[in-house]
């Protein structure tokens, strides 16, 4: 059996780490990828992201304990306040923010720089105690999300403490029976949240998300696609809503569903005290599924590569009740800033029907060069089944044309001078016209030896795009790639974390979408 010395803790005997024979089992075992990640895992490269958690740390603990003396008179009530964070919302007011925008973080000074620091070497004495390692830390939460674990730091703790593997290839040490604080032990529940609130409020895990996805561009584990995909998805929050009534600006009632007011010091009277009224889960809002289905919950705005299935960007959206269609030209614009890189790769935007408005489509042209092509939204149109060619029986919203015979005519281009679209009558198995056999060829091509030809005239059908009819083979053939974003959500909600929200606000739900997002990108490594 192997023994290691480790560093020895204050006032203690020297500690044996036993490598265990169960370690090296993991490590050569198929199922357990999760260690084999963890232990080969490059921490040396992201020191700059542990020197930024640890200056922050110093900064969170240096304002924590100051007066902030922001005490500023607040003289709003309850029910004002509620108001006012009702027309703040982005379904509410034109001015804010479609798509989650991190508040500013006020300048941090650099006492660390990444070349003091290196998993288990941590700096000395950030304001107190030797902090706990950051690689450690950071290897706990992406480890518990590659095993399936939502990433929060209740996870992570009970994945610490009853998993002794992990614990040791996360960089910690069991603790024990010892009370005493030691910088290797694994850490309280209370300090691994702390590690989330310092990460999730320093901008950090969006931080360490955009460094890994720009990774795997530069090291072209990620190929060029021509084409973006882009959806929406909710995850349930952790909140419940009240119905508020509000009088619109034409002055007529109505209602909507919100998070409550409340305030988040500890003060004896809230309704005395002078901070502010907030929203105790902002962006959680009502979700309108299929089928007069309501979901309360925070709504997330993904972008990716749909050859390869790879998730880009996964953002929360402001409000979670703020319609799909909004939050493609927002994020199109995030993802850009973020990874310019990638912006000349794309000449394609695939999205469902939210998307399908002209004027979202020439803002994409006009703005990014950039083609919108989304599902058509037929929007309550009907079959059109009047003053159509002879022998036709209908046409549906999305151009498929059907004779009266109940064949369905193919669709073979058209004729823009004219402005007609032109359809085909099929052929049979044996390569021959349906026509030529078919009981209604007297009335619809009576002298036709190959079979009926159909034009349609774009006024029928004025809410397709001539330029991109959704009939067209280019058409459809595209657009079998946009189911591919419904794999990528599937991983990142179902197979990296869980739909059930346990922390409020949109900060947090920004956070748990980009550990989602860095332990995907680790995985595609893999
Ligand atoms: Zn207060």
Not at 25 to 35: G, I, K, Q, R
Not at 335 to 351: A, C, G, H, K, R
Not at 378 to 397: F, Q, Y
Request: charged residues 25%.
């Amino acid at each position: 059996m192997l023994h290691t010395q480790l560093q020895q803790p204050p006032n203690q005997l020297p500690l044996i780490l036993t490598i265990d024979e169960d370690d090296q089992l993991l490590l050569n075992s198929p199922d357990a990828e999760w260690y084999r990640i963890l232990k080969c895992f490059p921490d040396m490269k992201y020191r700059q992201i542990a020197a930024d958690y640890y200056n922050s740390l110093y900064h969170f603990n240096k304002t924590r304990t100051m007066d902030r003396g922001e005490r500023h008179v607040n003289d709003e009530d309850k029910e004002q306040a509620t108001q006012r964070l009702l027309f703040e919302r982005a379904t509410m007011n034109d001015s804010s923010p479609i798509i989650f925008k991190q508040d500013s973080i006020p300048p941090i000074e650099e006492i660390v720089t990444p070349e003091q620091i290196a998993p288990g070497i941590t700096p000395d004495r950030i304001g107190g105690k030797k902090p706990k390692c950051f690689f450690a830390m950071f290897k706990s939460f992406t480890g518990a999300s590659i095993m399936g674990f939502a990433p929060e730091p209740e996870n992570v703790h009970a994945l610490l403490t009853s998993n002794l593997s992990f614990a040791r290839v996360c960089g910690f040490v069991p603790k024990g029976a010892d009370s005493n604080y030691w910088h290797k032990y694994v850490p309280s529940l209370r300090k691994l949240e702390q590690f989330d609130q310092i990460m999730t409020e320093y901008g950090l895990w969006s931080k360490a998300k955009w460094d890994h996805v720009r990774e795997n561009i530069d090291n072209k584990i990620i190929r060029k696609e021509n084409e973006l995909v882009g959806d929406t998805t909710h995850y349930h929050a952790h909140s419940v809503f009240k119905t508020l009534k509000y009088t619109d600006s034409k002055g007529k009632e109505k209602t909507k569903s919100q998070s409550k007011t409340t305030k988040k010091c500890q003060c004896e009277d809230p309704n005395t005290c002078p901070h502010p009224w907030e929203l105790a889960d902002d962006g959680a809002g009502t979700i309108v599924k299929a089928h007069n289905r309501y979901i309360w919950g925070h709504k997330a705005s993904i972008l990716g590569l749909p050859l390869q299935g790879i998730p880009l960007d996964s953002v929360a959206v402001s409000d979670a009740a703020t319609h799909d269609g909004e939050t493609i030209y927002p994020h199109v614009v995030r993802l850009f800033e973020n990874m310019p890189q990638v912006q000349p790769w794309i000449d394609t935007v695939l999205y469902d029907g939210a998307a399908d408005t002209q004027g979202l489509k020439e803002k994409f042209d006009k703005d990014l060069n950039i083609r919108l092509r989304a599902s058509l939204n037929p929007r309550r149109r009907k079959s059109v089944t009047i003053n159509l060619p002879r022998g036709m029986e209908k046409i549906t919203p999305y151009g498929n044309l059907v004779c009266k015979a109940g064949f369905e005519m193919e669709y073979k281009g058209m004729r823009y001078e004219s402005e007609k679209f032109i359809y085909h009558a099929p052929k049979d198995d044996s390569g021959r016209s349906v026509c030529l056999g078919c009981e209604h060829k007297s009335i619809c091509c009576r002298l036709s030896k190959k079979g009926r030809v159909v034009t349609v005239p774009f006024s029928v059908l004025p809410h397709i795009d001539p330029k991109d009819p959704p009939m067209a083979k280019r058409f459809k053939a595209m657009m079998t790639h946009r189911p591919s974003v419904e794999r990528i959500i599937k991983r990142l909600k179902c197979d990296l974390s869980d739909d059930r929200l346990k922390k409020r606000g949109n900060a947090a739900f920004q956070a748990y979408l980009d550990k989602t997002m860095i332990a995907f990108h680790i995985l595609l490594r893999q």
